[in-house]
């Protein structure tokens, strides 16, 4: 099993920033996808930006030049730098981490989810 935390979350200002952090830990054998997705009330939830291994990012336009996603391989962690926040980026945000076994099999594990609220 892999246990996947996220921290950071909290209530910004329009045109503020946030960072989340998010840790992967527990019996890991080769961590394949790190990432972060979101949910808004009423909302189905969506992928804001993913790092695969041995590929690159993949982040949604509605945040691409506002959010950036970086990686540490070596603490199996993931972190969302979010700048310029809009009121519509309120959401709970979820890591997302996919443990790749041997050469196919892939297990997907979520966290908890962090609340961001943006609001003056």
């Known amino acids: 099993q892999v246990q996947v935390v996220e921290s950071g979350g909290g209530l910004v200002q329009p045109g503020g920033s946030l960072k989340l952090s998010c840790a992967a830990s527990?019996?890991?054998?080769?961590?394949?996808?790190m990432g972060w997705y979101r949910q808004a009330p009423g909302k189905q939830r969506e992928l804001v930006a993913t790092d695969t291994s041995g590929v690159g990012t993949n982040v949604a336009d509605s945040v691409k030049g506002r959010f950036t996603i970086s990686r540490d391989n070596g603490r199996n962690a993931v972190y969302l730098q979010m700048d310029s926040l809009k009121p519509e980026d309120t959401a709970v945000y979820y890591c997302y981490v996919v443990d790749k076994i041997g050469s196919s099999a892939r297990y997907g594990y979520w966290g908890q989810g962090t609340q961001v609220t943006v609001s003056s």
């Open positions: 527990g019996s890991i054998h080769s961590i394949d996808v």
